[in-house]
């Protein structure tokens, strides 16, 4: 049962144009999400996070948008640069202290190109 | 770089080794993770740690033995393995404020001949 999906394995964008990454869950206990980047042969990066108690979270870059009527969540990358091309993991939880876990989506291969 | 270091970066060992991944992180994180990422899936959870106590495991096999020496390190020791265990065994880290994302190493590509 895979409560955390990205239904898009891959997207590819221009450089300078924006990228627009989606995640769908399905368990209403989540109450925080996160996206990860990750490279060839490293683990993943955390990039940002939000709270069920907010709709959007912006860092540079980077802004995460969450509906929680659709159980949906979207990551923007605006503007987008060639060295952003990797794979994005959308992730879901509930905070339950040290022992929270996380649930990772499928992935998605974001590809900028110039 | 990663914060949370994991060695060795490579590992092959056959069937019958008896081999272990270590993993350190030095930000005071009181819980530890272990994940498993086969090619083209996402990490699956396998263990998580607190305060140097599982609380945490998945209906990971036995041939998989975790071991928390202390707050800062975190073992997994493998035996008799399948060629089907072959994969990216990640290690991560997470702080205790609430909705602390986890940190990640950069895992332990590990083949099962």
């Known amino acids: 049962d895979q409560q955390v999906k990205q239904n898009s394995p891959s997207l590819s964008v221009q450089e300078g144009r924006i990228s627009i990454l989606n995640c769908d869950y399905t368990?209403?206990?989540?109450?925080?999400f996160l996206w990860y980047k990750k490279y060839p042969a490293e683990g993943p990066t955390f990039l940002i996070s939000?709270?069920?108690?907010?709709d959007k979270n912006e860092d540079g870059r980077f802004t995460v948008f969450l509906n929680k009527s659709a159980k949906h969540l979207s990551l923007h990358i605006v503007p987008s640069q060639p060295g952003d091309s990797a794979v994005y993991f959308c992730?879901?939880?509930?905070?339950?202290?040290?022992?929270?876990?996380?649930?990772f989506g499928t992935g998605t291969r974001l590809q900028v190109t110039l | 770089d990663t914060e949370v270091t994991q060695t060795p970066k490579h590992l092959v060992m056959g069937m019958t080794n008896k081999k272990s991944l270590k993993c350190e992180q030095h930000m005071g994180h009181r819980a530890m993770y272990w994940y498993k990422q086969k090619a083209k899936k996402p990490p699956e959870l396998m263990f998580v740690y607190s305060y140097e106590k599982l609380s945490i495991n998945e209906s990971v096999p036995s041939r998989f033995s975790p071991e928390c020496p202390n707050s800062s390190l975190l073992n997994l020791h493998l035996h008799a393995l399948q060629p089907e265990d072959s994969a990216l065994y990640l290690c991560?880290?997470?702080?205790?404020?609430?909705?602390?994302?986890?940190?990640f190493g950069n895992g332990t590509r590990l083949t099962v001949t």
């Open positions: 992730a879901a939880g509930w905070d339950g202290g040290t022992a929270s876990k996380l649930t």
């Open positions: 991560a880290s997470r702080g205790s404020s609430y909705n602390s994302p986890l940190h």
């Open positions: 939000i709270s069920s108690i907010k």
């Open positions: 368990n209403s206990m989540f109450d925080y």
